[in-house]
């Protein structure tokens, strides 16, 4: 089975503009998982989705967004882009997202906002 | 709110000497425990899991860790050290009941010596 994937790798934006990542989960996982992770704070979870409905959201401001697909693809958006949203982040799929589903990490998103 | 620490940001050991790093969790029931490792521009990739059952788990490329409750640790070993580990561990843990997803630790460095 193929992997998580995500794209694009590798992003520069300048502040203020919006932004798109991609996530697709491994085939026949519903469930979506986005983490932010920088050197100061670490990971952090984002918000799940499942079934194309958000089921988790972690504590980041309402710039940050997602959506998810019928054929459970997800996409995250972020707007009125910050320096501070320089990072990287990461997709994760599982089965059905509960606590101990094992969830796959894609390779990431490397954002770099000027 | 549950909580995981990696104690030692950075470990360095020898090629062929014993791996040991430290993971404990702060939660009023014992979580689910996961390892992740990641390399350098990549995503984080599945070590092993506790869930249920034996509490020495053995997972991929050599690492075990054990959950001792008493404790509240889950500490990762590997025997003999090699280069490929040079790494970045993280524990995390996701609640049994609930609806938070994975918390993660800090992260520790893994340095091999040749």
């Known amino acids: 089975k193929a992997g998580v994937t995500q794209t694009p790798r590798y992003l520069i934006k300048t502040r203020g503009q919006q932004v798109t990542l991609s996530c697709s989960p491994i085939?026949?996982?519903?469930?979506v998982s986005w983490y932010q992770q920088t050197p100061g704070q670490g990971l952090q979870f984002l918000f799940e989705?499942?079934?194309?409905?958000?089921?988790n959201k972690g504590n980041f401001p309402g710039r940050f967004s997602g959506r998810q697909f019928s054929n459970s693809r997800s996409e995250m958006n972020v707007s009125t882009l910050e320096l501070g949203d320089s990072a990287l982040y990461l997709c994760?799929?599982?089965?059905?997202?509960?606590?101990?589903?094992?969830?796959?990490f894609g390779p990431g998103t490397r954002l770099t906002v000027l | 709110a549950q909580s995981v620490t990696q104690l030692g940001s950075h470990v360095s050991v020898s090629e062929g000497a014993l791996v040991l790093l430290r993971c404990n969790y702060s939660?009023?029931?014992?979580?689910?425990l996961f390892w992740y490792v990641q390399y350098p521009n990549q995503g984080l990739q599945l070590l092993l899991k506790?869930?249920?059952?034996?509490?020495l788990v053995k997972g991929i490329n050599g690492f075990e860790a054990e959950f001792k409750k008493s404790e509240t640790s889950f500490h990762l070993t590997k025997p003999s050290a090699h280069m490929s580990d040079a790494a970045e561990y993280f524990c995390?843990?996701?609640?049994?009941?609930?609806?938070?997803?994975?918390?993660f630790g800090t992260g520790t460095r893994l340095t091999i010596i040749p």
């Open positions: 995390a843990v996701s609640p049994r009941f609930g609806n938070e997803k994975l918390t």
């Open positions: 939660s009023s029931v014992p979580p689910y």
């Open positions: 085939s026949g996982h519903r469930s």
């Open positions: 989705y499942f079934s194309e409905t958000q089921r």
């Open positions: 506790y869930t249920t059952g034996a509490t």
């Open positions: 994760a799929s599982s089965l059905i997202g509960t606590g101990e589903d094992t969830q796959y």
